[in-house]
């Protein structure tokens, strides 16, 4: 895939699964601190529990800011997991998020992409522009953004809450060609979610490249994206129009 005239001028990522392993640091926080909540919880195994667990974080959420902005409070997702096992005791959402957001801030740098900061670093280095687009609140992911070390890499961070819109809006897409100062055939966006990042990068015209690294399909009539990697070191070379 080449950028027209040759190499591409910027690079844009997604973050959460993407530059960053989320789904899996969830699952590893969702191990430490469950064990020690477990009598009000029903036996069930730490994989039933986290697969709620993202069902109310995201799916629910997701669908939700579809008619409203404000995101759901981590609190209020977990007061929404204990109540999909019937637990009603007082205290323990709350208890649960201060946890996980303690044991989270710990752990997330490990579960950066081990070719994350390499890849980005060589972009810069061949004199590409860097952004990533986000959505959520601003300081949770400029947050996150700083945690994994990311900031460094990065000339621009467009966050859909201080826009105005979110992934898969084609204006935060359009933002993101604005900032950067280049045509949509200039940019390469990489992300991994075939509605958020695939769809609306897509909608602007932007080519793209779609992080599987679990040989998924894309959803029926949704659009192609222009190439797919397994890692983000394939990024290097596409970038460069080969």
């Known amino acids: 895939m080449k950028a027209d005239g040759g190499q591409f001028k910027a690079v844009f990522f997604d973050v959460n699964d993407t530059l960053w392993d989320s789904h899996s640091c969830a699952y590893h926080v969702m191990e430490i601190i469950l064990p020690r909540f477990t009598p009000p919880l029903p036996d069930v195994k730490t994989a039933e529990v986290a697969r709620r667990y993202n069902a109310v974080f995201l799916d629910l959420p997701r669908r939700e800011h579809l008619h409203e902005k404000r995101p759901f409070s981590r609190l209020k997702r977990f007061e929404a997991l204990l109540e999909s096992y019937g637990v009603r005791r007082r205290g323990l959402a709350r208890q649960l ?103 609306g990068a897509s909608r602007a015209g932007i080519p793209v490249a779609w992080l599987n690294t679990g040989r998924r399909r894309l959803p029926r009539d949704f659009p192609t994206p222009d190439v797919s990697v397994t890692s983000l070191s394939e990024v290097l070379d596409i970038a460069a129009g080969k």
């Open 97 to 199: 998020s201060h946890t996980y957001d303690s044991v989270r801030r710990l752990a997330m740098r490990q579960f950066l992409r081990s070719d994350a900061h390499r890849v980005l670093a060589e972009l810069g280095r061949r004199g590409l522009r860097r952004g990533v687009i986000m959505n959520g609140a601003p300081a949770v992911q400029r947050h996150l953004v700083q945690s994994l070390g990311l900031e460094p890499h990065l000339e621009h961070v467009v966050l859909g809450e201080i826009e105005g819109y979110s992934k898969p809006d084609v204006r935060l897409f359009k933002r993101a060609l604005e900032l950067a100062g280049v045509a949509a055939e200039e940019m390469l966006y990489v992300g991994d979610s075939p509605l958020t990042d695939v769809l």
